[in-house]
């Protein structure tokens, strides 16, 4: 956003909350913060005539997906009266209104939500152990939401059309790994839940914590009603563990979760409609990936976060075949040189690459702060993605070729569909093998860290 549109973005909001307070009110100090793929999210300070003085957040909905902002709002204003820990709304506004386009203002809640402090920082030490309980019994009220109290929040209907609908459409079929994952969700479908209120990414990253626990759940651009189980599977993602070997959101056991919820629910999903929730959660998470980075391709919103995004579906293909038992955490082999043709002389493809990081992470990135400090660090990872596919990906594509062939396939799209139709099922071992080949080279381009995640 240009200096003058934020000039503009700033008086407008000081002209509503003047309306809202009868009184004027002056705004400063619009800036927007890094993180959040869908909305823009800025942070400003509100003062009145009188003196008193707000910390306020703004989430705005131009150009953005999720449920309407509005929708947003009824349901975190239910979600208080149910005792769950929310900003206090302060205004909504839609499309042509007061913004010019739709938002939500709220209160500012301090805390941290960066998960990897969260888990690893000693500030948070003495919260961590507990903070697993507190997460499970906010969800049960969370869920106990009154669906009467909920206008405009729809419900979500089947979980797999849902996903094949919101992900797939007439898009080409899914990785194999996520192939497989889709085709043991259609075969082994648990009970269901009760109908509730559920928030749609509940987990670390969408929740401040401050220093006595959960301070406020934020984020609730995907709320819907439906199964109540998937906020619980969402949370316990192997994605959003962020290294640790606890499952629950990183801070706690699967049992510890669940005793919580049905402390306060009065009833306790079983361990096999937890399963299927999570591994529902990665393979959505995975289709996710490929849609945020279609976003950037067509040029609808050309991001280097959205980009980087799309080759992560590899790590949820890999957390595919470990939630199901067919392949274990295994050290990354060490990178290959390139293949010596040094047509175009040294330094080679990968050395510029690497160059390139160096003075990014050395000498841009320690001069930059806030939104362009948290793109640097997206943009040197995506560098490294390229510097390991220069490396690696001559040899890896040849091999994956030819496994191909073998199976006659023409590529992974034609593999995907014999997955979903049976079509080898007569080859299944030679299938997986293929599938378990392919992910693996991937992800020693993209992340070859995750190959050493267990599950």
Same mark, same amino acid.
């Given at each position: ?5 934020? *000039? ?10 003047s309306a809202l307070a009868g009184s004027a009110v002056r705004v400063h100090g619009l800036a927007r913060l890094s993180g959040g793929a869908s909305r823009e999210t800025w942070a400003f300070t509100a003062e009145g005539a009188d003196g008193s003085r707000r910390e306020l957040i703004l989430r705005s909905g131009a150009g953005t997906g999720g449920v309407a902002l509005r929708v947003e709002g009824v /349901? ?16 909504? =506004? ?17 805390? *941290? ?9 000693? @500030?948070?030490? /003495? ?84 220093? *006595?626990?959960?301070?406020? &759940?934020?984020?609730?651009?995907? &709320? ?31 049992? @510890? ?15 096999? @409609? ?41 790590? @949820? ?18 990178? /290959? ?24 992470? =050395? ?23 390229? *510097? ?56 020693? &381009? ?10």
């Amino acid at each position: 956003m240009t200096g003058s549109s934020v *000039e503009d973005l700033t008086a407008r909001l000081a002209d509503r909350l003047s309306a809202l307070a009868g009184s004027a009110v002056r705004v400063h100090g619009l800036a927007r913060l890094s993180g959040g793929a869908s909305r823009e999210t800025w942070a400003f300070t509100a003062e009145g005539a009188d003196g008193s003085r707000r910390e306020l957040i703004l989430r705005s909905g131009a150009g953005t997906g999720g449920v309407a902002l509005r929708v947003e709002g009824v /349901a975190m204003a239910a979600a208080a009266r149910a005792g769950v820990p929310v900003p206090e709304v302060v205004d909504v =506004g839609d499309d042509g209104g007061a913004l010019g386009h739709s938002y939500l203002v709220m209160g500012r809640v301090e805390g *941290e939500t960066i998960p990897r402090r969260l888990l690893r920082d000693e @500030q948070f030490a /003495a919260v961590r152990p507990r903070l697993v309980a507190e997460l499970g019994a906010v969800l049960a009220r969370l869920h106990a939401v009154p669906l009467d109290a909920l206008p405009g929040v729809d419900a979500a209907g089947d979980p797999l059309v849902r996903l094949r609908l919101d992900y797939l459409g007439d898009a080409p079929p899914p990785p194999p790994g996520l192939a497989l994952g889709l085709r043991w969700l259609a075969e082994n479908r648990p009970a269901p839940g009760p109908t509730a209120l559920v928030h749609g990414d509940y987990r670390l990253g969408n929740l401040m914590i401050g220093p *006595e626990g959960l301070a406020a &759940v934020l984020d609730w651009e995907l &709320v819907h009603i439906g199964d109540p189980l998937e906020d619980l599977g969402w949370l316990c993602a192997k994605v959003w563990r962020f290294g640790s070997p606890l499952p629950a959101g990183g801070v706690g056991t699967r049992e @510890q979760l669940l005793d919580a919820y049905a402390e306060v629910a009065g009833w306790r999903p079983t361990a096999e @409609q937890l399963r299927w929730w999570e591994l529902h959660a990665t393979v959505r998470w995975g289709l996710m990936c490929r849609v945020m980075a279609e976003r950037h391709l067509s040029g609808a919103e050309p991001s280097v976060e959205f980009a980087a995004i799309g080759r992560r579906a590899c790590e @949820q293909e890999f957390d595919v075949l470990l939630a199901l038992g067919l392949a274990e955490p295994s050290d990354a082999v060490a990178e /290959a040189p390139e293949d010596g043709l040094e047509l175009y002389g040294r330094p080679t493809a990968a050395e510029l690459v690497a160059a390139t990081r160096t003075f990014l992470t =050395g000498s841009v990135r320690p001069e930059i702060t806030g939104r362009t400090a948290f793109h640097a660090r997206v943009a040197d990872n995506v560098l490294a993605m390229v *510097e390991r596919e220069l490396r690696l990906g001559g040899a890896a594509r040849a091999r994956h070729r030819a496994a191909l062939d073998e199976l006659g396939c023409a590529d992974d799209a034609a593999l995907s569909r014999a997955i979903t139709s049976g079509a080898l099922d007569g080859r299944w071992d030679e299938v997986l093998d293929v599938v378990r080949a392919g992910v693996r080279d991937r992800l020693l &381009v993209a992340n070859p860290r995750h190959l050493t995640l267990p599950g």
